[in-house]
């Protein structure tokens, strides 16, 4: 790996070039990913594009009258002071504030690498290019937002905005939400049956972290193997099957960590506790994302919970 001062001006301009080609590439990709679900910024992405396609064409005339026809092959990886660079561009669907982030931080990188470059340059073209491109670069930002009021008319960003939510919604927020009552309901019966059966809170703790860590690995697989996500917009299997499990699993240890408590009317009434502020924290999230009246989100979930927990007292109990 070079260092950037050890550079000549023929390498730096075969930087600039690979740099040039390599943003090129990103925002078709930018674009290609968000065309679907986010026509608006795909566009703004294309025009990002054909910007960073009009500097790499730039940059290779100069490079030809300076240097030649041949370009050294110089990426960005093979200098030191770059920034890596997540291939968030791969994931699909993409994430549109993700993208926007990465790409803000392309263009902070590529206009300070100009500057640094123009500052080092001695031939007068070289130097006049490259500080020309700085300052388009630093105005990037504000070519960015023209190109959005041009493509994002009005009422776009906001569909797109609701676009990216609903699939928040669809490809996090539901299995997770899933896991959560699945997790926080389901092992009510069997943790509190152990509790009442033996008195011993070791004993229902035990029970407890079994059944939910065995849920927990049970939802995650179901979720993972429902579908593919290619068809109903639901993101990648592993990822919905991963949080799927997670939440499963938190919501059954969460009533099942008070059973550590060596008292048992102290641990159950603690349990108890928990379990209410469980109930609660799943009705919210169900107003909050899934537009359920609060009342009813709150007599949907506290009946499912209060028949589960009923059962495992009275069987434990008997």
Not at 249 to 264: K, Q, R, S, W
Request: charged share 25%; proline share 3%; net charge negative.
């Amino acid at each position: 790996m070079r260092n950037f001062d050890s550079l000549s001006e023929r390498e730096i301009l075969a930087l600039a070039i690979s740099l040039e080609e390599e943003d090129e590439r990103i925002y078709s990709d930018f674009a290609d990913g968000l065309r679907q679900s986010f026509p608006g910024t795909a566009e703004m992405f294309e025009g990002m594009r054909q910007e960073e396609s009009g500097h790499r064409r730039r940059l290779i005339e100069l490079f030809r009258e300076k240097f030649g026809e041949h370009i050294p092959l110089i990426r960005r990886q093979d200098v030191k002071g770059f920034v890596d660079r997540k291939p968030v561009w791969l994931i699909r669907p993409l994430p549109l504030d993700t993208v926007r982030n990465q790409a803000c931080q392309m263009e902070l990188e590529t206009r300070r690498f100009y500057e640094k470059a123009a500052a080092r340059a001695q031939d007068a073209g070289m130097r006049q290019l490259l500080d020309d491109l700085a300052q388009e670069e630093r105005s990037h930002k504000d070519r960015a937002e023209e190109l959005g009021r041009d493509k994002l008319r009005a009422g776009v960003r906001e569909e797109e905005d609701a676009t990216n939510r609903r699939l928040f919604v669809l490809q996090v927020v539901q299995p997770g939400l899933a896991g959560l009552m699945d997790g926080s309901v389901s092992t009510l019966a069997p943790v509190f049956a152990a509790a009442y059966a033996t008195h011993k809170p070791l004993d229902a703790f035990l029970v407890g972290m079994a059944a939910s860590l065995g849920a927990g690995i049970s939802m995650g697989f179901a979720e993972a193997l429902s579908d593919d996500g290619s068809l109903t917009g639901r993101g990648r299997p592993w990822v919905r099957g991963f949080i799927t499990g997670l939440m499963t699993a938190v919501g059954g240890v969460g009533h099942t960590l008070p059973f550590l408590i060596a008292d048992f009317q102290i641990a159950l009434t603690a349990a108890m506790v928990v379990v209410v502020l469980e109930l609660a924290v799943i009705s919210w999230i169900r107003h909050r994302y899934m537009e359920t009246p609060t009342l009813s989100a709150a007599l949907q979930v506290g009946l499912g919970g209060a028949l589960v927990f009923a059962t495992g007292v009275l069987i434990g109990s008997s």
